[in-house]
T-cell receptor, first 111, second 116 residues
């Protein structure tokens, strides 16, 4: 099941710089997209979401961009902080139903 | 901030035994979910539950699995006869039923199930 893909297993960024995490999807029925952050031995923590009627949603240092024609979304974190180091999962759903997750991208923010 | 709680954090069980994983969703939430993550793999949907019945289930969720909301607060996942391949992290999630329909699911910290 490759409906949601995160092609970069890892990303390393310097503190203070921008982190850009990418996600691609194939199912055009998806209408809601989410980003979760996960620390070891914890569950996924909701970070930010976007509905398919929008192309951008911003919450503090976090911005999610959605490009429906390319079936692509990205999460921008600026400025990146060492505490942002975690695994980030992209997820998608249709009509508020089950979430389909990507494989995750491990972000490392170096001081 | 309200959170989803799961117990136990780690469950070790002999193959063939029954196991019950417990979850207390956020109190005003109406939709409940179970997911699992096998080591090194994606988080996978198992089942969703609304209005005291299963609303959707994946092909993983076969006759060995069942869910129940025995009272107003708990949400359980039962595996009747565990197999080695059931070893995974099991996550419970819940979301509100308020409008708009697209609301985030909130996850517990999971139960690590180890089948010996």
């Amino acid at each position: 099941d490759q409906q949601v893909k995160q092609n970069s297993p890892s990303l390393s960024v310097q503190e203070g710089r921008i982190s850009i995490l990418n996600c691609d999807y194939t199912n055009s029925m998806f209408d809601y997209f989410l980003w979760y952050k996960k620390y070891p031995a914890e569950g996924p923590t909701f970070l930010i979401s976007i509905s398919s009627i929008k192309d951008k949603n911003e919450d503090g240092r976090f911005t999610v961009f959605l490009n429906k024609s390319a079936k692509h979304l990205s999460l921008h974190i600026v400025p990146s902080q060492p505490g942002d180091s975690a695994v980030y999962f992209c997820a998608a759903s249709d009509q508020g139903g089950k979430l389909i997750f990507g494989q995750g991208t491990e972000l490392s923010v170096k001081p | 901030e309200p959170e989803v709680t799961q117990t136990p954090s780690h469950q070790v069980t002999q193959m063939g035994q029954e196991v019950i994983l417990r979850c207390v969703p956020i109190s005003n939430h109406l939709y409940f979910y179970w997911y699992r993550q096998i080591l090194g793999q994606k988080v996978e949907f198992l089942v969703s539950f609304y209005n005291n019945e299963i609303s959707e289930k994946s092909e993983i969720f076969d006759d060995q699995f069942s869910v129940e909301r025995p009272d107003g607060s708990n949400f359980t996942l039962k595996i009747r006869s565990t197999k080695l391949e059931d070893s995974a992290m099991y996550f419970c999630a819940s979301r509100t039923g308020t409008s708009p329909i697209n609301q985030p699911q909130h996850f517990g910290d999971g139960t690590r199930l180890s089948i010996l």
